[in-house]
């Protein structure tokens, strides 16, 4: 990355852009239909991009993106992403931070999020910023490697 980064909401024209990161980054990544769903309404999410263009949208290089999901006073992280090749670079850091910002700003004072239990560089990033270990749900996800299930550790973050 040569210039500098912005975060830009997603919008729908964003999906070709972020799905072959939400493939590269998920075992069990969503497809572009749920995406969908998760755009616009009580879903909320940016992506943080370099521009190539101070006309179009479109035509950003972004490295990640989040979504989250906001009712009544509390937040839900519903995917958080950074490019494989632009990975421990503090990207992810930044973009957590700005989902945080932008949760409290719509009036959220808890935010919820679900990690999978061998996600060690996900709960490294998540504790680092101040969330807690509130539950389990055992055999929660179908495993990363394709084989068994794995848990779902719960965390949460007063704001
Ligand atoms: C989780 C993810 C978003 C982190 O993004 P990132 O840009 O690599 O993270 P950063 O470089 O900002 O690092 C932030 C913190 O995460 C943790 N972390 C990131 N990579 C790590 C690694 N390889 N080992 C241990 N901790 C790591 C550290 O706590 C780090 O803080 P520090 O550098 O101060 O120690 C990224 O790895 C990713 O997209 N993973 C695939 C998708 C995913 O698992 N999403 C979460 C679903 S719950």
Redesign the pocket.
Known sequence: MNNPLHFTQILSTDLNNLMPIENA??SHPWNEKTFATCIGGRYFGEKLGEKLSETLNESQKVV?FYVGEFVIDEATLMD???EPSE???????KLLNQFIQQAKAKGALKIW?E?RAK????Q??YM?AGFIEKSRRTGYYPSAKGFGYEDAIVMSLHI
């Open positions: 980054c998920h990640g958080i992403c950074v990975q421990g670079k503090g990207f992810g850091k999020l990690v996600n060690i560089n996900a490294m990033l680092n």
